[in-house]
DNA sequence: CGTCGATTTGAAATCTATCAACGATGGTGG
DNA sequence: CCACCATCGTTGATAGATTTCAAATCGACG
């Protein structure tokens, strides 16, 4: 049905001339910096190339050298690392306009990276990269702030993972996905297009899946979340934040609004308006026609 | 400015012209570059002033602007955030020559710094740093790698804390600090000088300090680690890294030599001799360096 | 000596993992 | 269209890990 869903990586050597190809990167940027329309169109020409990723597929092994940046343009991404026993620790997600490590200094990650719903992946050589950021001081503090948001990201999962009860800790997973999943367009005011199943979840906040199916029922029981088919909704918002002791501020970019309540700026003014599903149509067979 | 307050710190104006204040600073710096004498000299020159904190004592508080960029020459200090009910959850441990936020590009941070044994911090006005990092570009790369590395020992305690037996993570967690106390001095080939309660240990992998101590018991009869006092002894460096499934390279300089088995360089050579104890008795300031 | 913080112990209450199964769903190929 | 397969979500039962609440012990220190 959709090109994106080949077997294996489909190199499309160049998709569309000076198109948007990467305008959920530049999403990002705006909101951590002003981006000129000289550097939206610079962004805009960028030579590069798309390889499209089934789920589970690696976009970057482990502490494999990279001869090019890679920034997501559709889809949700893992970055793990192997544990023995061949299981993963899932360490932090990726999502549309978000790149394979932002400070672009290592030539070598210290954990891979594995799609988890199909992607598509902009690959662009390191040079022309580095040249992008010689060129426009304000784009390398852009990436620089995307560093630190992933830091700080890493930060609260560690918070959060500490002494309290999975249940809650599921909550505020949740309610940063939530967060971060609506930046992107995938999802609305009160829930989204979850791409991620309860052994993802599972994975992340160390506990088994088993465990995670009952948190999950806990929480619907408690009335905090509904689950219609691969959309997550919280029936109140503030009661789920409350009960997970969720503070988003540490999801924006620092000299930014501090979002009253409801959504995180986002750059892209309200990109939410459906009722159903949030989100693109291809990756997630929202459930779609209800 | 906040005279950072009462009478336990101990200000003091210009501590000794041109001498080695920052030298943990230095020594952190080359493991990572190469650093000229010029760059050293002019290090030890910087203009700064000294605080003193007594254990438990706030070196920055959660989201205080700060004027100035801080670097822990003596002791121990815990990045922390606070957690309701009065707890804290430990994010991350500072070491001499480590800086309070390396990437130097936040103005605030998300989270707090205590001093952990009683500290020695430097502060150097925000001016004076930026000045430094633009007169000698391999520090800011310095400096950089010194975040990377922060992110990368963040990352590994995600790793570490997820599924597996507590006292894995704990061995993990107890290697991980015989390295890092090694290289600056408070540990030796088989142990180091231990600054942390068990409670501390336990915040950082997120169990109750009770069972923290009953898996410091397990660990001993298992003759994986000794305790004397303050200092913890390896028997078999070896066993007890294959029992954490313990592998140092993520607390190296990317570009840096491997250090076979014993101590990872740590550029000051060899600041221990005696048997017993390493760094020094009560509490653990280091000798007298110098 | 008395105090305070840290370590240790015991016992009961909870939480979580593990194992093993089953049902639902969607996609595939005949 | 149906049989088949794979993935995911779900459930029950049991063993094991971990927490919590006291209370006792120990050590450093004024």
Redesign the pocket.
Known sequence: ?DPV?SEHHAYQPHPQPGSSILSALVRKLESFEIISEEVKQRIGRLPLRVASFA??EDLVRESEPRGEVRVLIEGMAGRYKALDGGRHAILGFLLPGDVDEADALADELDHGIAAISPCKVAMVSRFTFDQLLVDFPEVGRGFRRMARLDGAIARMWLTNMG?R???R?AAHLLCELHVRLSAVGMGGPDGFT?P?????L?NVL????????????HL?EEGLIR?E?HVLRFPSSAKIREYAGFDGGYLMGEGRTPAPESQPHAGAPDSRQRAPAYGSETHF?T?GME
Request: glycine residues 6%; charged residues 15%; hydrophobic residues 35%.
């Open positions: 049905m869903q789920a589970r002494q009860p999975a249940d800790q979850n991620l199943t309860q052994e993802h599972a160390g506990i088994s899946s088993v465990h995670m199916n009952r948190v999950m029922q619907r689950i088919g067979p459930p």
